[in-house]
């Protein structure tokens, strides 16, 4: 009888040690060890952990982890006070999530305005600190909380404000100046022009116009996204401009279809990317014409569009 009851209190011990070292919780959106992991401070994870047994409730990535091994453990779950370095690209690749971004084209944003490079661990960092991965994008969670012009980290009330406080021109983040070539380069005139003018922020397009009309379910008046337009993790576009559906177009039904998308930047001409979501109620001019991408239905096609639209042009609607 003594034999069965010290059993059960050892059972009951190991139970509150092993609930007090659960510090991972995708419920808590926290994914990262703390100090309260019971092996904080080690670099070995497989002295705990069985590497057969883990994530047996994520098929999505549990054959990855055990293809690759240990060797992934601290790029969702952090360094769990060993200082190891934190691999993302070695699950977020081409081959292993393919679509977990789409991470193919030679511009990235790397960084450096003047070189192209391909993503690495770090640059990933930067803005995915502690994201918890459980495939539901969540701004809050999934993006680094990047102190605001005041200096508070706040939560971000639209996914473009944690752009914005980065690409302004008075509170940039400490050791990522913006090169920007002149005083109204959206680089840095972003914040002033997402607020006041551009009809993609704020204040809103009244859909009232000649050229007016949007695919369904974009409508007047909302608000995007940067990444609407801008895609982060690859693309062949200068300016970081999506060249593929899949990697912007949120809202568009048929995303999923891989859209391509080509501009013109010598000429101005950003026909195919504009006509993912616009389409003109009154067909004028141009727009019947396919843009080169299979759609239709804006009202200039291998035309100068930044002659009338671009990033802060009060005396239009904007880009």
Known sequence: MRFGWLVIMLLLAAGVAAAKGRDVSLAR??????????GWGKSRCQACHVLSLIHKNAPHIRGIVRNKGFDTCTGCHGDNG???????????????????????????????????RPLTDQDCLVCHQAADMDGVWERNVDLTRIPDATGLADPYRHESEFCLRCHNRDHQQPGFAL?????????????????????HGYPRGSGQRTYAGLRPPYRYPAVLACTECHAMHGTENPKLIIDDSRKGAFLLPFRDAGIPVRVFSDIGDYSQLCVLCHQMETPVEDALIDTGNGLYGVHQVGANCTLCHTHGRAAQVGL
Do not use: M
């Open 29 to 38: 959106n926290q994914v990262l060890l703390t100090e309260r992991h019971e």
């Open 82 to 116: 060993a200082a190891a370095k934190r691999p993302c690209l070695v699950c977020h690749n081409d081959r292993d999530l393919p679509l977990s971004p789409l991470q193919t084209g030679a511009h990235t944003h790397d960084f450096d305005r003047l070189a192209d």
């Open 179 to 199: 090169r920007a070539f002149d005083y109204r380069d959206p680089l840095i005139a972003i914040e002033e022009d997402w607020r006041h003018i551009d009809t």
